[in-house]
Every structure is written in C-alpha cells, then in structure tokens.
T-cell receptor
Framework: AQKITQTQPGMFVQEKEAVTLDCTYDTSDPSYGLFWYKQPSSGEMIFLIY??????QNATEGRYSLNFQKARKSANLVISASQLGDSAMYFC????????????FGQGTRLTINP | GAGVSQSPSNKVTEKGKDVELRCDPI?????LYWYRQSLGQGLEFLIY????????KSGLPSDRFSAERTGGSVSTLTIQRTQQEDSAVYLC???????????????FGPGTRLLVL
C-alpha cells in the first residue's frame, strides 16, 4: 500500500523567506510519481510540481523546487521568496504504476505567509 | 472550457434525499477521477474512469454511491439516501492518459461542497 505523511499541520513564515514543506512516502512500487498541489481558500487543487522516481535531477518550476531524497523516501517542497499569495493548504501526493491509478494524498500543511 | 468544471458549486440537502454531482473534464482527457475531501482531511479516492474500460470503483464507501460517465466525457456522481457523514467537498479531476505511467498529472475542478442536514 502507498502512504504519504506530512508532519507539519501548520507553518508560519515571513514574506520573502524560503520555506520547506515536508513529505515522506512509503511504497513498494519500483516506479512512482510524486506531486505537490496547492489548495487556496477557494478550494480548487492547483498542480505545482512533479517528480518521477527515476528522475536524476530534482524538479523545479519557477519558485517551486522539490528536494527529492529517494533513499530517505522524502519529497520536500521548497518555495523560495515566499509571497502573501502562497498562503494556502499544500498537499503531497503519490501515484504508482501498479494497481489503481489514483493519487494518494497526505493530510496537508497549512502555510501562512505573514507580511 | 479550459479547465475541469463541476456543478453545482454548493449543494444543501436533507438527510435521505438523493443528490447528483456533475463533472465536465478537460476536453480530450480520457481519464476522470472523483475524490472526496472531508473537513480538515486529505483527499480520498472514490472512482476512476478510463476510456471505455470498466471503472475502478474500489474507493466508493458504500453502495449508496455510484457514478457514470457518458460518451467518454461528462461524469455524474450520485449519492442515494444521503447521510450527514456524506457532507464533504467532492472533487473531480481529469488527465490525458497519454503514457499510462505514474507521471500523468491530474487537473482538478473547483469541487462541489455538499452539506447534508
């Protein structure tokens, strides 16, 4: 079975600082994908970044980067130069090649950016 | 439209009534997913459609829940005899299913907020 663990229920960061949101995972699939989604108060899930288990380099998308440490089974999201608009819930999710095509989500981290 | 759309955006119903939730995926996306997000919780998988294949219903919590997808596009999630514990946000997602690998990104709609009184 696949499992995602996000151990930070809430994070408070000053504007313009960098922030790291933690995510650890467990799976027996040799091939899998890791995703981060942002959910603002409006409720829509916004895709941020993807990391494949065989990717040699850490994924980056603008101010978002993924610190992927395969041996430790961690996939932390790093947001550089945080902005007030980054305040939201952030979910880590994974999907394997085998079995159901569903995404398995963590419980989320609520990020608050203070001015 | 450009993204996944869902209707209604909000639904209030009385316990015991049936409700239908609609999802219109991104044009050309062959895979469609339904998830449920209860208050303060992560997302819980409900059902998955891919093309003309039999749907994966492994996440449906009870036989009161059913879903169909007509013409490979629009999907309807039906909850019969609603219970208060069915109150949640129901999210629909779609993906292009081009490679079949784990990297296919699912794009989500805005969700339907269901409240059962």
């Amino acid at each position: 079975a696949q499992k995602i663990t996000q151990t930070q229920p809430g994070m408070f960061v000053q504007e313009k600082e960098a922030v790291t949101l933690d995510c650890t995972y467990d799976t027996s699939d040799p091939s899998y994908g890791l995703f981060w989604y942002k959910q603002p108060s409006s409720g829509e899930m916004i895709f941020l970044i993807y990391q494949g288990s065989y990717d040699q380099q850490n994924a980056t998308e603008g101010r978002y980067s993924l610190n992927f440490q395969k041996a430790r089974k961690s996939a932390n999201l790093v947001i550089s130069a945080s902005q007030l608009g980054d305040s939201a819930m952030y979910f880590c999710a994974m999907r394997g090649r085998q079995g159901a095509q569903k995404l398995v989500f963590g419980q989320g981290t609520r990020l608050t950016i203070n001015p | 439209g450009a993204g996944v759309s869902q209707s209604p955006s909000n639904k209030v119903t009385e316990k015991g009534k049936d409700v239908e939730l609609r999802c219109d995926p991104i044009s050309g996306h062959t895979a469609l997913y339904w998830y449920r997000q209860s208050l303060g919780q992560g997302l819980e998988f409900l059902i998955y459609f891919q093309g003309n294949s039999a749907p994966d219903k492994s996440g449906l919590p009870s036989d009161r829940f059913s879903a169909e997808r007509t013409g490979g596009s629009v999907s309807t999630l039906t909850i019969q005899r609603t219970q208060q514990e069915d109150s949640a946000v129901y999210l629909c997602a779609s993906s292009s299913r081009t490679s079949g690998g784990p990297g296919e990104t699912q794009y989500f709609g805005p969700g339907t907020r269901l409240l059962v009184l």
